[in-house]
């Protein structure tokens, strides 16, 4: 008896106000809110124990006040669920402007494009690929890379 009492131990695996989950605010570039637990969960536990945290957290809305409810830690130990806390918004935030969606929706379009004009290019450069569309027009793989070079069309 003794044996399971040196061996095992009740262990806070989750703590209160502790940041569990780092979200993305919808349409504001860079800013994320913390996402906290709203109370302990313990367990019996050894050094072999595996401890598994699951967070879950729905789409945000365009606002939350700090403490209201955006997900959830679920905690798993040898693959059992032992209890689970809410994660709450550690501060609150406000809804994006219309002027800021708009900016956000152009800025990832931009950046869209972009990432597809890289990756176009990569594939020319691994296909050796020198033409783009009809045979008239010679576009070399530099037009599209990050350093200015000559572009020439109809090998002018």
Known sequence: MEYAFTRYESKALVSQDEVYEEVPLPYHWGESVELVATKDV????????????????EELPPS??????????????NGQSVGSSPLVAKEGYEEA??????????EGLAQRVWAWLLGYSSLRAATGMTRFGDESLDIKFSRFSTTPRSCHADGV
């Open 97 to 106: 402007f219309l002027w800021d969606r708009a900016w956000y929706a152009v």
């Open 64 to 77: 939350a006040s700090a403490g209201e409810e955006l997900g959830k830690v679920e905690v798993l130990v």
């Open 42 to 57: 313990s367990a019996v536990v050894d050094d072999s124990s595996e401890v598994e945290r699951r967070v879950t957290t």
